[in-house]
């Protein structure tokens, strides 16, 4: 992976401690819709009304950064929330020798895990990824 990017480093300095209280309140939920959202985040709806965005908050400049998956969400609306894990992904260089970073997201419920890949085109200077979990209103 490259350096990693001034988004990234401010988020390791400041700590994830609301990220995790806010994933953690949502486990066990049942999920009533789960969406990707058109800003890239991954959008949890609960049978309790709470809702949840996970996505990457490691954005400093000149990248772009986006979220895909090839599951099939709709499936899991109905199981419980269980846990979530980030796993590093693959590094390569585009067609312009810029480098492309994954980080695979894995999101285990009651019907089993589906896998987000999170993006980062960048230049060189703005790698690594910042996942994190908010409450939405």
């Given at each position: 992976?490259?350096?990693l ?71 899991y ?53 910042s ?7």
């Amino acid at each position: 992976m490259s350096q990693l990017g001034m988004g990234v480093m401010l988020g390791m300095l400041a700590g994830n401690q609301r990220s995790v209280d806010t994933f953690t309140e949502a486990m066990n939920k049942t999920i009533t819709s789960l969406l990707l959202t058109e800003n890239d985040a991954l959008r949890f709806e609960f049978d309790d009304g709470s809702k949840i965005e996970l996505f990457d908050d490691g954005q400093s400049c000149c990248e772009n950064r986006y979220m895909r998956t090839d599951d099939d969400l709709d499936y899991y609306v109905g199981s419980k929330l269980l846990s979530a894990e980030t796993k590093e992904g693959p590094s390569e260089d585009d067609q312009w020798g810029e480098p492309h970073d994954v980080e695979f997201l894995e999101v285990e419920t009651s019907k089993g895990v589906f896998t987000m890949a999170s993006h980062n085109e960048h230049n060189g200077h703005y790698g690594g990824f910042s996942i994190r979990a908010r409450a939405i209103a």
